[in-house]
């Protein structure tokens, strides 16, 4: 399952303004590279929606089938928000929703590859 945390305000390429969902997934134990300690995290990622300002506020707390997967994607460079630093990755987060695959959702053409800052 998967939980609708939030919501943003985004602008498509011909300045029409529309609204992403922020989906969270459960908790997971990472364990670090660095120090060998686990820490908490949960998954993000963000999808388009056509709702309006009103409905998303209204969704956030809503769970759904799916989860939250990785999927690779040519290298991008990343500002991590709290310290501005620039790291490149080479993956983003993508929801795919229970029953189908992650193979179904990339070969379908159901993803587009992500703007750099959009998850």
């Not at 630093?85 to 990339?106: A, C, Q, Y």
Request: charged share 25%; net charge negative; with cysteine.
């Amino acid at each position: 399952m998967v939980t609708i945390i939030d919501y943003s305000k985004r602008k498509n390429s011909e300045g029409k303004e529309f609204f992403l969902l922020v989906l969270q997934g459960g908790v997971e134990m990472v364990k670090s590279n660095e120090t060998g300690r686990y820490y908490a995290t949960a998954r993000q990622c963000n999808i388009a929606s056509t709702f309006d300002e009103n409905t998303c506020k209204n969704l956030i707390g809503e769970q759904m089938p799916g989860s939250i997967q990785k999927v690779k994607c040519e290298p991008y460079e990343y500002a991590i928000p709290d310290t501005g630093e620039l790291i490149e990755l080479d993956f983003h987060w993508t929801f795919v929703k229970e029953g189908d695959t992650i193979e179904e959702v990339i070969y379908d053409g159901d993803i587009q590859q992500p703007s750099p800052g959009v998850f």
